[in-house]
């Protein structure tokens, strides 16, 4: 079955236009990983501040291998410098 990730993050105010290069690096790349099934980046619509990668993956193994890339540890790290606290990361198991 599927997984599914939703991180969610909180920047710090007005920092969204100075991450985007950031994010878009990291969803090209992902999107070319092997069991990437979908990775997209949204905005909360009440808050431009809070943003939201939603994914889905072939399998946990997948996921995991993608979090150990060379992009998500060169880029993650990066990102981290400008949220407003930690990020909320949930993985959900398809089972229906």
């Known amino acids: 079955m599927a997984i599914r990730v939703v ?3 909180k920047l710090q105010s007005g920092k969204k236009e100075e991450l985007l290069p950031l994010y878009r690096e990291m969803v090209e790349a992902t999107r070319k990983e092997k069991g ?3 990775y997209n980046l949204h905005e909360l ?3 431009a501040d809070v943003l939201a990668m939603i ?3 072939e399998s946990r ?3 995991d291998a993608h979090m150990k890339s060379e992009h998500f540890q060169r880029l993650i790290p990066q990102i981290g410098k400008y949220t407003a606290q930690p990020p909320r990361i949930e993985i ?3 089972i229906l």
């Open 61 to 63: 193994e997948a996921l």
């Open 7 to 9: 991180a969610r993050e």
């Open 55 to 57: 994914e889905t993956w």
């Open 45 to 47: 619509v009440e808050d």
């Open 92 to 94: 959900y198991e398809e």
């Open 36 to 38: 990437c099934i979908s």
